[in-house]
């Protein structure tokens, strides 16, 4: 497995512990067909870190010993934008996610650790394969996640230049609204 619950790990933030600030998202997306993606960008807080991506999912029940047991297939996939790098979920070299491999289609948690990030990151959670609800009354197909994503924050929109415009028609001026205008400008 992924090793031992550490309520330190999960709830303190660095430098109390060896994580940064994390990114908690429960619940909030449901899939209900194949091939739907929900994305976040996010950025490191501390580039001396490794960033940790974990998804995970509680599956529709599976059949009586199927092989695999898994029943609704979601992907993690991390894009580095700057270099276009993608790492896949699960995919590991000593102990940090490598680039290239095949997504997951075993298993319900799914991780990327990157050892030393750096600018922005695409998380992807794509809707591999969804069979069935897993939810016991919803009679549809349907499945939520939960993502927890250590060392990140969601990066500033893009700067935006604004430029003030000031009405200077003749109602404007005449009315002597151009100097209060002005100020409040």
């Known amino acids: 497995g992924w090793g031992r619950v550490s309520l330190e790990n999960m709830l303190l933030q660095a430098p109390a512990s060896d994580r940064g600030p994390k990114i908690f998202s429960d619940q909030r997306h449901a899939f209900t067909a194949d091939g739907q993606e929900h994305s976040i960008r996010v950025a490191p807080v501390d580039t001396g870190r490794a960033m940790r991506i974990t998804l995970v999912w509680t599956d529709a029940p599976g059949a009586v010993n199927a092989n695999p047991a898994l029943v609704n297939d979601l992907d993690l996939e991390v894009r580095e934008e700057a270099t276009g790098n993608i790492y896949k979920g699960n995919v590991f070299a000593n102990g940090f996610s490598t680039t290239g491999g095949d997504f997951d289609h075993l298993n319900n948690v ?30 549809t197909p349907w499945q939520d996640f939960a993502l927890v994503i250590d060392n990140a924050e969601v990066p500033a929109a893009a700067p935006v230049s604004v430029v003030p415009i000031i009405d200077r028609s003749g109602s404007m001026v005449g009315s002597g609204y151009v100097d209060i205008t002005k100020t409040s400008s």
């Not at 990157?114 to 394969?129: D, L, M, Q, R």
Request: charged share 25%; aromatic share 10%; with cysteine.
């Open 110 to 139: 799914e991780c990327v650790y990157i050892e030393h990030p750096s600018g922005i990151y695409e998380i992807t959670i794509i809707a591999y394969n969804i069979r069935r609800s897993a939810r016991p009354d919803i009679a």
